[in-house]
């Protein structure tokens, strides 16, 4: 089942990030204009009004825009940071932010491209140290102090874009994990996924010695609903068929699309006269429907239902092949109709 759940888009995530490091460029300002360093303080409000821009940058979907002026803003403040107070600041792993992002959010080739330009940068700012002093040098104690407030921010940037990766990634892997097990329609099991299922509810039934019960539904005419009303009509009563199915069964059942028009539901525990009743409440709620305010049609639907308990020693194919029997004895019987096959 999919979740309800509302993840954040990049963009949003980016506006967060913009609000974030707009904080820690604040933060600098407090330090610097403690440590009597003016240009270096207002070098930060400068910083601030670009991160909103970039803010609003992505507010507005110019994506680019936003990067090129985080980009800008986080290159040219680590270096003027390093080239002003040394290497021993800690500015220079400010630089280091843009490697993740760089590895996941493009491209192979922009991404190394990206990384070789980052370690020109990188290196640069590094053999120019070791040739020039620092143009403001500030206290050991004071250099002390910067370096431990970069060093903290950049552990907590990293750790941060850790935890948002290691989440876009069990994100993705629980969104194949469900692709790949349900039906893109109707969002029920596939027929894989369902056969893997109900073979787990089989072996369980059998320890157990407990009943278990197959119901096959067929939506009646069909093919007559798509050649007359269209696909999309017929999609939208199989996503509705779906969705009385959900309602009507228990959060035990297991319920799956089994190819075309036909719905299999294993019913654990439940014996074949409890599971023609089931089968009998399913008919009934199907008609009941408004399918006429579902599709914009005027349908009328019908299902015939086919219902067989699983034997003992008896395989799932087997069991289900009852099951169709049933269902086409339904068929032949005038449709719309609930059938019980005996073993």
């Known amino acids: 089942m999919q979740s309800n759940q509302r993840r954040p888009q990049f963009w949003q995530v980016a506006m967060r990030g913009c609000v974030l490091a707009a904080a820690i460029d604040v933060g600098l300002f407090i330090i610097f204009y403690l440590l009597d360093s003016p240009l270096l303080a207002w070098i930060n409000v400068v910083s601030v009004a670009m991160y909103i821009g970039a803010y609003y940058a992505f507010k507005y979907r110019r994506n680019k825009l936003a990067a090129a002026l985080f980009w800008i803003e986080v290159t040219v403040h680590a270096a003027v940071g390093i080239v002003a107070l040394g290497w021993?600041?800690?500015?220079?792993?400010?630089?280091?932010?843009?490697?993740?992002?760089?590895?996941?959010?493009?491209?192979?080739?922009?991404?190394v491209a990206g990384l070789s330009l980052l370690w020109g940068c990188y290196v640069a700012l590094l053999v120019l140290m070791w040739f020039i002093e620092p143009l403001q040098p500030i206290s050991p104690t004071a250099l002390k102090s910067v370096f431990l407030f970069n060093l903290t921010v950049v552990f907590g940037l990293f750790a941060y874009l850790s935890f948002f990766y290691l989440g876009l990634v069990a994100r993705?892997?629980?969104?194949?994990?469900?692709?790949?097990?349900?039906?893109?329609?109707?969002?029920?099991?596939?027929?894989?996924?369902?056969?893997?299922?109900?073979e787990k509810a089989?072996?369980?039934?059998?320890?157990?010695?407990?009943?278990?019960?197959?119901?096959?539904?067929?939506?009646?005419?069909?093919?007559?609903?798509?050649d007359t009303y269209g696909h999309e009509v017929g999609d939208q009563v199989l996503r509705g068929v779906a969705g009385v199915l959900r309602q009507q069964l228990r959060k035990q059942d297991l319920i799956a699309r089994w190819g075309g028009e036909e719905f299999l539901v294993a019913l654990p525990d439940t014996g074949s006269d409890s599971a023609a009743v089931s089968g009998e409440r399913l008919r009934r709620a199907i008609m009941a429907t408004d399918w006429q305010a579902l599709t914009g049609q005027p349908i009328q639907l019908t299902v015939s239902v086919g219902v067989s308990q699983l034997q003992?020693?008896?395989?799932?194919?087997?069991?289900?092949?009852r099951s169709d029997a049933a269902m086409y004895r339904g068929k032949a019987q005038g449709r719309n109709a609930v059938v019980t096959v005996q073993a």
Do not use: W
């Not at 969104?175 to 056969?195: K, S, V």
């Not at 003992?312 to 092949?321: C, D």
């Open 88 to 111: 021993d600041s800690g500015f220079h792993y400010y630089l280091l932010i843009f490697i993740p992002a760089l590895c996941v959010t493009t491209s192979r080739v922009k991404a």
């Open 172 to 198: 993705t892997q629980e969104r194949l994990r469900r692709f790949a097990a349900t039906d893109p329609l109707t969002g029920l099991l596939n027929r894989r996924h369902m056969t893997e299922q109900v």
């Open 202 to 226: 089989v072996s369980l039934a059998e320890r157990r010695r407990c009943p278990l019960s197959f119901l096959l539904l067929d939506v009646d005419r069909f093919k007559a609903i798509n």
């Open 312 to 321: 003992p020693g008896e395989s799932l194919s087997a069991g289900v092949r």
